[in-house]
């Protein structure tokens, strides 16, 4: 029963802090892109990059961080609204 518990515990905390995973994904894929556009404005790279894959992915990612938080703050409150109510 214990490790049932402490298992439930990992997951609940990996679930709540899971939504850093797709933002720190975005935000590294957004920085790589204007890193790489800063190479190309300095003249060191001949052939330019096309930005929408760049940007369009990585506002995937911060759309899908998002959602994740909205979730998991909607879970938290309930979580803790409902144990309120029931103490």
């Given at each position: 029963m214990m490790i049932k518990?402490?298992?439930?515990?990992?997951l609940v905390?990996?679930?709540s802090v899971g939504w850093l995973g797709p933002a720190w994904l975005g935000v590294e894929t957004m920085l790589s892109y204007l890193?790489?556009?800063?190479i190309?404005?300095?003249g060191q790279v001949a052939n330019p990059t096309y930005?929408?894959?760049h940007l369009h992915?990585?506002?995937?990612?911060?759309v899908v961080a998002s959602a994740w938080?909205?979730?998991v703050g909607f879970g938290w409150s309930y979580a803790c609204l409902s144990r309120r109510d029931a103490a």
């Open positions: 518990r402490k298992i439930l515990r990992g905390a990996l679930v890193r790489t556009q800063e190309l404005a300095a930005s929408f894959p992915f990585a506002s995937q990612c911060f938080l909205a979730v």
